[in-house]
């Protein structure tokens, strides 16, 4: 019978022979927990869609900056309009600025505004424009816990609408679950423009629970929301745009299933004003 090696070198072998065998029951482990998931999401994804899943003939367009700033003239305006008339287009967001770090929106930022208006409302009047504004808002961005920032942002916002555009479009990244001082900012949004279109960018909701916490962990911000406050949120608005990217899942259909169906273009109605 062969006696174990009771010597130091002995011991640290079974030492990491016990670790090895542990990171392999981690890995294993958080591989069949991968797996799971990934089935279910494709198990979700498969039927037929469902009706808010297509279409409802109230998507949006996102612009580039070009359109403001003098780089796209009357005749551009009028090719995109002769491209998008039979479309299910109804709002278009035009990048107008972005927002300075301390919340400031410099008018040097959109100087042809105007004259783009009047083309678009020449060309294509059915289609509402809004101006889309936005900034990063993580450690070294733009501060919206700040009440000095946010009275910037309103006051960049109020400046914008002035010039004509039928709403504001906010895209700013990333807010965090949860967040009181965004709603404050679309409440006095709302407020200063009562009449005009108020729509926003936001992240997916989780799409299992826990899920938004392990995020997280991983990358220090939120990139899902809980579904409270995205109703927070939508309450505030006349529309939100889910961003439907960096899903992360090896698989299409993964995807798709986290996504729940909705592209990135794609604006939805909010309960608020379902006729919008």
Not at 80 to 97: E, F, P
Not at 223 to 247: C, F, H, I, N, P
Request: proline share 6%.
């Amino acid at each position: 019978m062969t006696r174990p090696d009771a010597s130091p070198r002995g011991a640290a072998r079974r030492g990491l022979r016990l670790l090895l065998r542990a990171a392999a029951v981690v890995l294993a482990l958080a591989g069949l927990l991968a797996g799971v998931t990934a089935a279910a999401l494709r198990l979700q994804f498969t039927g037929a869609p469902a009706s808010w899943a297509r279409s409802s003939g109230h998507d949006a367009l996102w612009l580039g900056h070009m359109w403001v700033d003098g780089r796209r003239g009357e005749r551009d305006v009028a090719a995109l309009a002769a491209r998008l008339r039979d479309t299910g287009i109804k709002d278009v967001y035009v990048h107008s600025g972005p927002f300075e770090l301390d919340g400031t929106l410099k008018p040097e930022k959109y100087p042809n505004a105007r004259n783009f208006l009047k083309w678009w409302r020449t060309h294509l009047p059915s289609v509402r424009v809004s101006a889309w504004l936005g900034q990063e808002v993580k450690d070294g961005g733009l501060d919206l816990d700040d009440p000095a920032n946010r009275e910037r942002v309103l006051s960049g916002a109020r400046a914008i609408l002035d010039t004509g555009f039928d709403g504001v479009h906010y895209n700013f990244e990333p807010i965090g679950d949860g967040d009181a001082e965004f709603l404050e900012l679309l409440d006095r949004t709302r407020a200063l423009a009562p009449g005009r279109l108020l729509t926003t960018s936001v992240p997916q909701t989780e799409p299992y629970l826990g899920m938004r916490l392990l995020a997280r962990a991983v990358i220090a911000h939120d990139k899902y929301w809980s579904r409270g406050y995205l109703r927070e949120v939508a309450r505030r608005v006349d529309q939100v745009a889910v961003m439907t990217y960096d899903a992360y899942w090896p698989m299409a259909s993964c995807t798709a299933a986290t996504w729940r169906a909705r592209p990135s273009w794609r604006c939805t109605p909010c309960p608020r004003r379902p006729a919008c």
